[in-house]
């Protein structure tokens, strides 16, 4: 039972990688017309109908009962959906490199596991961080010394994301996922839509499919990303998230046509051993959590 819960969250996991990709393409395109706290206010507004649509179709409660770790689970999400939408639609900066520096989320869940949840983190789970993360360099090739101030804000939005996966760990399978995102949406949606109204632009018809894009790639990701964490622990599904910026850097290039270069398949190759050596890792005794 639990080596199917372990695979299944790594499944959820890579599903929620792959719809954030989607919303990371759709809000660079959206953000060629539109503020970016808008397009982030779009997405939250979608993620919360998605939300409260699955969970009247399952018949789960809305209610949460760890009011105090769901409220941090939420005030790290949005700092962390603040980080990542600045760096997304600033043009000084390019989408796979804003997935990259968000692909950097894990190795501050690596750190912060051990004190936080008491999970071990083995070596071999080390070492896949650390191959993953080469070769998204390698897939990407980013350029942050040409935009150090976003480069940073969304290096910070990675940490605060690696918060809040703590926070969504310890939270634990008691609350229905459903009401842990439609939280977080609305706490989002409310920052989001603070920040966006000083600047509000009405969108015209394709600006108004890259907000929908963006609000159903965001809202599907985070209930996959909250069944994940439910069902495995902190550090290996949360080291799939490198996924994002690969499937974030494929989804770009019909839209941005490059030839992909021999680093950029080497890189490539090391990020699908990367995935392979995260699974190798996770052991079904190892999923307990500290009492």
């Known amino acids: 039972m639990r080596a199917a819960s372990a695979l299944g969250g790594l499944g959820w996991m890579i599903l929620a990688q792959l719809c954030f990709a989607a919303m990371n393409v759709f809000t660079r395109l959206g953000s060629r017309h539109l503020p970016w706290p808008e397009i982030a206010a779009a997405r939250f507004l979608i993620g919360a109908g998605i939300a409260v649509g699955l969970a009247a179709t399952r018949g789960v409660s809305l209610r949460v009962t760890d009011r105090r770790g769901t409220w941090r689970r939420s005030i790290f999400g949005t700092m962390a959906a603040l980080g990542s939408f600045y760096a997304l639609s600033s043009p000084s900066i390019g989408v796979g490199d804003a997935a990259t520096l968000g692909a950097t989320a894990p190795i501050f869940v690596a750190v912060l596991s051990g004190p936080l949840l008491d999970e071990r ?30 480069a940073v804000v969304a290096t910070a939005g990675a940490f605060f994301y690696a918060l809040a996966m703590i926070w969504l760990r310890r939270i634990g399978p008691g609350e229905s996922h459903e009401a842990v995102v439609l939280h977080f949406s609305l706490v989002a949606l409310a920052t989001m839509l603070a920040l966006a109204i000083p600047s509000w632009t009405w969108p015209d018809g394709r600006s108004g499919l890259y907000l929908l894009g963006a609000g159903l790639g965001g809202g599907g990701a985070q209930l996959a990303m909250t069944r994940a964490y439910s069902l495995h622990r902190a550090t290996p599904v949360t080291a799939l998230s490198y996924l994002g910026a690969v499937f974030t850097y494929l989804l770009a290039l019909p839209l941005f046509p490059d030839r992909p270069t021999s680093w950029q398949l080497a890189g490539s190759l090391l990020v699908l051993v990367a995935t392979a050596l995260v699974g190798a890792s996770s052991r079904p005794s190892s999923l307990s959590l500290r009492p």
């Open 121 to 150: 983190v083995g070596r071999r789970l080390w070492l896949a961080v650390a191959m993953a993360f080469a070769g998204i360099i390698l897939l990407v090739r980013p350029s942050f010394t040409l935009a150090a101030p976003v």
